[in-house]
Nanobody
């Protein structure tokens, strides 16, 4: 019952920045947690970042020095600010939402709804 619409993906040179947005619509609640995952070619889907409605954030060690996650509860929108991008960041980025309270937000199984994904390509 929750639909996710992603935007902001594209092509950027190494060292550049991108900001991804994920807007949730439909029957959504303030208790919903939202997160970002990514999947690179030949790799498993991995956790990137998550945020609870309270503002508590979680970031993967590989990106915590460069990425920032935030949300606007009034707009039901989550943002992923990506700075100092590297070619290794190239992947399809997926937005996800948890309709039921979960503790382990780094696990994909904690999420009930997923977006279609948006391609982020970082050139050398």
């Amino acid at each position: 019952q929750v639909q996710l619409v992603e935007s902001g993906g594209g092509l950027v040179q190494a060292g550049g920045s991108l900001r991804l947005s994920c807007a949730a619509s439909g029957r959504t609640f303030s208790s919903v947690a939202m997160g970002w995952f990514r999947q690179a070619p030949g790799k498993e889907r991995e956790f990137v970042a998550a945020i609870r409605w309270t503002g508590t954030t979680y970031l993967a060690d590989s990106v915590k020095a460069r990425f920032t996650i935030s949300r606007d509860n009034a707009k039901n929108t989550v943002y992923l600010q990506m700075n100092s991008l590297k070619p290794e960041d190239t992947a399809v980025y997926y937005c996800a939402a948890a309709a039921i309270g979960k503790v382990l937000l780094a696990q994909s199984g904690s999420y009930d709804y997923w977006g279609q994904g948006t391609q982020v390509t970082v050139s050398s």
